[in-house]
């Protein structure tokens, strides 16, 4: 979902000059919202969903697996989750499509793309002479992995308006080495893509824009290799609206609830992803418990591990372990979620890489 959002989104600061008045939406809106005071508290920053690359092999494991058809226990009408290979489109405009396979919880989801996978980035359309297009020879497809090379990606939800704006404050203010490397821009996001497939940038051109998400990330100097990321969204209000006009009250909001009701199945197992485990090297660790201090959470700093956890009024506990990257164990590693129901123990393995337990009310994948 946010694979893509960085190169298309609009950019902007935290507090800009007064803009003309053919400034674009996204960016007025932007300016507006980020004229926060400095010193605001910063939300709790909630679970919003996982992405973790898996190998060809692993990732047609999932896919395929009987697992997500399968009922278990004392409740044979109980399948795990809402789970299924779905298109994500174009996030904005000229951005290509690509599949990823998804799972969802209540308020969180896990999002599992295939590195292997051949994609080629859209030519994009010249607006002078729209003829040039066709002269042009279509980019050479490439692995997902090369296009983004992250193992897996961290997102965390701020479900309170102006949130990423006391978010970026506090993350400038609390090092100055990073303030140049952090960033929270608003991207837009073309509307009406659910029931339309788009064929061509011509095509997308003629849908229309809405503000979509506020996203900050914080980048890791020094970093020679990209293999982990870690962001924070908030939603704009004007979204769900904009997609679809008709929405009822229940999804009308900027809350991770709010936008996937229409997927979360309360009478499937799955409630939520509690806890993450990441393995990390010392620059990204540095950089995740940075965005973590900022918030609400409690960090307890060891010799071989760090633990995190934030105890908010409204959710669950979530807790986040770090631990030391090797060789054959980075990023995302482990996933652990709360069950609705007591369920038998069951192990059911995806491949010779991933696992996923069952075992009363809790489950546990591993990567």
Known sequence: MLLLAFLYCYPAVA????KPANTTLAEQVYAVTLLAPKNAPVPPLLLHHVEIMLDSATYNAVKQSDFWRTEFGAHPAKTFATAEE???PQVAPQAFEWLSFK???????????NRDAMYALPIPPNTKDSRAVQTVAPPEPKPFSQIFPERSHLVFGIEQ???SAALLHALQSTDSAYTSSTASVLCPRRVGLAATKVQSPEQANTLPTSPWQYITTTRYLGQAERRFKAHVVEYHPAYQRAANPNCPPVEDGITRRQHLVRDYAPAKLLQNITSVCVALDSIEAH??????KASAYTV?????EIKATLHTSNHEPFHLRIVR???SRQGIIELRMKLHHHVPHHITTFGE??????DGEEAVWTF
Do not use: C, I, W
């Open 353 to 358: 890489n991933s696992t996923l337990m069952l």
């Open 161 to 163: 308006e102006g949130g």
């Open 300 to 304: 307890k700093e060891g010799k071989r």
């Open 103 to 113: 799972v969802f919880g209540q308020d969180t989801y896990a999002q599992l793309h």
């Open 15 to 18: 507090q800009m000059p007064d």
């Open 325 to 327: 990257a090797t060789a």
């Open 287 to 292: 950089g995740l418990v940075r965005l973590l």
């Open 86 to 88: 779905r298109t994500t």
